[in-house]
């Protein structure tokens, strides 16, 4: 036998159980979303290399290190898209749907990103992304927080933790850089290799390093918010206004910065402390200069996107199980003309609104009933010679009474759909 084929690292099949509970935040979502006036935007997975290294910048840690980006067979390079925003930016301009107009769109999807894995953080995710065109004022911003917490609510997602900040305009930043530098070289002998890295290409991710030892120094940094411009300054003050008018907790980090150059103004993070390391559920922040710099006509904007996996993970972690699709009955076919009249009667009961699972490839009545158990069927329905002859059907109970009753076909559907209705199936 030869070696069974793996999968790339980082990259995960979704088997079924897990596949119900995605189901549930993707059908949540959807309602949400639509709640709010969002439309879908469906966008391809690969670009040209180029659009993310000019949005989400060229000395990223994205940009420098994790890109999938290969040659395809006429020269060109290209992208398996690391984030949505930059594509989604791009069919905008492309599209025409941005200038002059209010757009609120979202988009769902894997994203591929050639970062260590460990738990929570893959090559291959998932995200839902949500993207504003056109607003320039803090009630959008606060919109895209509001409706994150609607969603935590109706999932039933406790304990999640909102981060806010404002990273200021470009130029606002660009002095404030400045001033960071100077902070920070005066204090070399205390920046482990990375932040000395980071230092020299992009000053704003040393507030951003995890590492114990660096958070002293850290903490006496400059902060961006008292170096803000009175626009960026008043449209932070409104954001929050909006978020306690409307009862959503947060609490101010001025060391959040986010790992994107593309962001202006409001930052947000959603974080919980059950995943471990890889904490951020879902994060986003506003980006009026993206458009423009993609080649649009200056446009606000503002969006986030949350993470499948952590979402997911934490519904699992408090035992919410996906939607119940496992089949109503499972039909057991004794003989040959019971197998023909069984199919018949499984469209019937499907055409009246249950999920029917046949049994098929034969086989005595125990090993079809430990099928049936097997499958999570609430009835097992057996026809066989005695039941073609009397023209009637045995109804198993299989999770409760595990009686077995004699129905007339005629009375079949009612009778289960009474069953099962009564117990909320
Ligand atoms: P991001 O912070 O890079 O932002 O990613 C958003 C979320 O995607 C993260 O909070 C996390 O939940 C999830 N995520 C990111 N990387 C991984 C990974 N390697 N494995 C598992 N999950 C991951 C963006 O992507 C922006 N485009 C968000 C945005 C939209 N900003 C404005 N509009």
């Excluded at 391809?44 to 290294?53: D, G, K, Q, T, Y």
């Excluded at 406790?158 to 806010?164: A, D, R, S, V």
């Excluded at 109970?397 to 009753?405: A, K, N, P, V, W």
């Amino acid at each position: 036998m030869s070696k069974a084929i793996q999968a790339v690292r980082g990259m995960n099949d979704l088997l079924p159980e897990a596949v119900d509970r995605w189901r549930r935040i993707e059908e949540a979502s959807r309602q949400v979303l639509s709640a709010y006036g969002y439309r879908e935007i469906r966008l391809p997975l690969v670009e040209r290399s180029e659009l993310f290294a000019r949005s989400i910048g060229a000395l990223t840690d994205i940009v420098e290190k994790e890109m999938y980006t290969f040659e395809d067979r006429s020269g060109d390079s290209l992208t398996l898209r690391p984030e949505g925003t930059a594509g989604c930016v791009r069919a905008g301009i492309e599209n025409g749907i941005l200038h002059n107009q209010i757009q609120r769109l979202w988009y769902a999807g894997p994203m591929f990103r050639h970062e260590r894995p460990q738990k929570g953080r893959y090559r291959q995710f998932y995200q839902i992304g949500v993207e504003a065109f056109g607003i320039a004022s803090a009630d959008i911003d606060a919109e895209h927080i509001l409706m994150c917490a609607r969603l935590w609510k109706n999932l039933g997602i406790e304990g999640l933790t909102l981060e806010i900040n404002s990273l200021g305009t470009a130029p606002i930043r660009a002095l404030y850089r400045h001033e960071l530098v100077r902070y920070f070289e005066s204090r070399r002998a205390h920046l482990d290799e990375d932040s000395l890295r980071r230092l020299e290409k992009n000053p704003l991710r040393l507030l951003d390093s995890k590492n114990p030892s660096m958070q002293e120094t850290i903490a006496g940094a400059p902060s961006l918010m008292d170096h803000l411009d009175v626009e960026s300054l008043t449209h932070f003050t409104r954001v929050s206004e909006h978020l306690r008018q409307a009862g959503v907790a947060f609490t101010i980090n001025p060391r959040l910065v986010r790992g994107l150059d593309y962001y202006t103004r409001t930052v947000f993070e959603w974080t919980t402390d059950r995943l471990g390391a890889q904490a951020t559920v879902c994060a986003g922040g506003r980006y009026d200069g993206l458009v423009e710099l993609l080649g649009g006509k200056s446009t606000p904007a503002v969006g986030f996107a949350l993470g499948m996996e952590r979402l997911a993970e934490l519904l699992a972690q408090q035992g919410v199980v996906g939607e119940d699709v496992r089949p109503h009955v499972y039909l057991a076919l004794l003989d040959e003309t019971a197998e023909l009249t069984g199919m018949a009667l499984a469209e019937r009961l499907r055409d009246g609104g249950l999920r029917v699972e046949c049994h098929c490839g034969g086989g005595g009545l125990k090993a079809q009933l430990k099928r049936a158990d097997r499958c999570g069927a609430h009835f097992a329905l057996i026809l066989g010679e005695h039941e073609i002859k009397t023209g009637s059907v045995a109804v198993k109970d299989l999770r409760h009474s595990h009686e077995q009753t004699q129905v007339s076909p005629s009375e079949l559907l009612g009778y289960l759909k009474q069953k099962i209705g009564g117990e909320k199936h």
